[in-house]
């Protein structure tokens, strides 16, 4: 097989607290990209000036256009590759062959339509946070194809541009990203590859320094985006079943991983967490029945409210 051409694509806004962790790991890297897309939505620090420094292309959009789906899918239309990874600006590349795994997961078995990688909690992460990435990116991994819904349920689709690579011509194939979601959009074209016949590679060796420490108003308003989703896109919950059993066994997990850490007095503060998550999936699934002005206050993604 010939070399495979590679584009490295970050949608960014005000990065430059990253890239003093960013820029040289991907100057470690291996594998350096045939093309190197920043999509800046209008950053008022430096970030521009140091991407177009170390070498990227910069393309400057609107951030009222910005959308989490149309703007990956504008930033596919602009290179010529054929792997597209994809990055957060906040994902930090870990060992040197993390790109290189990244390629080697789309290229693991003929099938093989997107390879995420294993996410692993900042240094300065948090008890929970780093649960949270044990628990959703195991050391083990895995190809999982449309067959295996029947014992991994939703976890099936599961997948996270935040730092993965895309066959750009399977991509093609099942219509590329969504024009316009208020976010999930890599779950949404993992399970579009699914039904089409293509499998989802969860490349463990390509590892990135990628967590958050949510505080409860947070972790509220980013269920409230994901239970929006969920309530547009019906037929994933079809094909691939509910997200209910995974949640009950993520809190139990929590509480376990609490328990053994020494944190018992944290627990009540994680029921809480776990209450907020609750709340606003079950607003995000209602948002039909809410006033537009609520909705644009209450997620994470107010942007997506800007059209009624």
């Not at 991509?171 to 316009?180: C, I, K, N, R, T």
């Not at 990135?208 to 994901?226: G, K, M, N, Q, V």
């Amino acid at each position: 097989m010939a070399t495979p051409r590679v584009a490295l694509i970050i949608p960014v806004r005000n990065g430059e607290p990253h890239m003093a962790r960013m820029l040289p790991a991907l100057r470690a890297q291996s594998l350096q990209p045939d093309e190197l897309l920043i999509i800046d939505s209008a950053s008022t620090d430096g970030s521009v000036a140091r991407w177009r420094e170390f070498g990227a292309r910069v393309v400057e959009i609107d951030p009222a256009t910005f959308n989490h789906g149309g703007t990956r899918r504008f930033a596919a239309g602009l290179v010529n590759a054929d792997v597209l990874i994809y990055m957060t600006q906040d994902a930090i590349p870990v060992p040197p062959d993390a790109l290189q795994s990244l390629v080697d997961g789309i290229y693991a078995a003929a099938d093989v339509g997107v390879a995420y990688g294993r996410q692993i909690p900042h240094p300065d992460a948090g008890v929970l946070a780093r649960h949270a990435r044990a628990f959703n990116y195991p050391a083990q991994g895995r190809i999982k194809r449309r067959s295996d819904a029947a014992e991994l349920g939703i976890k099936t689709c599961f997948s996270s541009d935040a730092f993965c690579a895309y066959r750009a011509d399977a991509l093609a194939q099942v219509g590329g990203f969504p024009e316009d979601v208020i976010g999930t959009e890599d779950t949404h074209v993992a399970a579009r590859m699914l039904l089409a016949g293509w499998a989802v590679n969860y490349a463990a060796a390509a590892e990135a320094w990628h967590s958050h420490d949510y505080t409860l108003l947070e972790e509220l308003r980013r269920y409230f985006d994901i239970g929006v989703f969920y309530s547009r896109e019906r037929w994933i919950g079809q094909n691939f079943g509910g997200a209910g059993g995974e949640g009950g066994r993520f809190v139990r997990s929590e509480l376990r991983a609490l328990r053994q850490a020494g944190k018992t007095a944290a627990i009540p503060g994680a029921l809480a967490r776990t209450a907020a998550k609750l709340v606003g999936y079950r607003l995000g699934h209602l948002e039909r029945h809410l006033p537009l002005r609520l909705k644009r206050n209450i997620g994470m993604f107010t942007g997506y409210w800007r059209q009624p």
